[in-house]
């Protein structure tokens, strides 16, 4: 079975630019969560999605999106870009179910979005 | 609030040593994960937790409900344990995720 895919791998952005970042789940999988990873503030949740919805945010500003296609691939952009965002922005999908029990998380290589 | 504390921050020890990694957290979860990260940055998910013991090889996680607390174990380390665990937390009040600042781990051989 395939694991978690992420595109691009690396990526280089200028301040005030937008990017969208691409995950493929596992196959099966409906859950997709979306991390930042950074030296100063470590690993720290984006969002959730189930089933095409958002399940859960975490305390990143408007510029921070997402969003999730029926086929379960899911999609971050963020807009207006600052030096702060560069950071390795990580997926991971799971089994989660629609009453909330949590699954085992299975995590993609991540994408190093570095801002200039 | 939703806090996630883990000790130690860095953790060298030899080659065959009882390794122990120790995760604290404020109020009531619904899960608790283990994850292990290598220098490159691949994440991969050791344990999932939401009562008692989990063994996987030499690896053994453990949760403490009532206390609050779960400790990752490594029985007879190798150097190919090095790598940074980090505990991550699911909290039932509102569902969101919380780490802990990872524990930077390396065994000498």
């Known amino acids: 079975k395939a694991g978690v895919t992420q595109t691009p791998r690396y990526l280089i952005k200028t301040r005030g630019q937008q990017v969208t970042l691409s995950c493929s789940p596992i196959s099966g999988h409906r859950s997709v969560s979306w991390y930042q990873q950074t030296p100063g503030q470590g690993l720290q949740f984006l969002f959730e999605y189930f089933s095409e919805t958002q399940r859960n945010k975490g305390n990143f500003p408007g510029r921070f999106s997402g969003r999730q296609f029926s086929n379960s691939r899911s999609e971050m952009n963020v807009s207006t870009l600052e030096l702060g965002d560069s950071a390795l922005y990580l997926c991971a999908s799971s089994l989660r179910s629609t009453s909330g029990r949590s699954y085992e998380q299975y995590f993609g290589p991540g994408t190093r979005l570095t801002v200039t | 609030k939703n806090e996630v504390e883990q000790s130690p921050q860095n953790l060298t020890a030899q080659e065959g040593e009882f390794i122990t990694i120790n995760c604290s957290y404020s109020v009531g979860i619904s899960a608790l994960h283990w994850l292990q990260q290598h220098p490159g940055g691949g994440i991969v998910s050791l344990f999932m937790?939401?009562?008692g013991k989990k063994k996987h090889g030499r690896l053994i996680a453990t949760i403490n409900i009532q206390e609050k607390h779960s400790s990752l174990h490594i029985t007879a380390s190798h150097p190919r344990d090095s790598a940074v665990y980090i505990c991550a937390v699911r909290f039932d009040r509102d569902d969101k995720i919380i780490f802990g600042k990872g524990t930077r781990l390396h065994i000498l051989p």
């Open positions: 937790l939401s009562s």
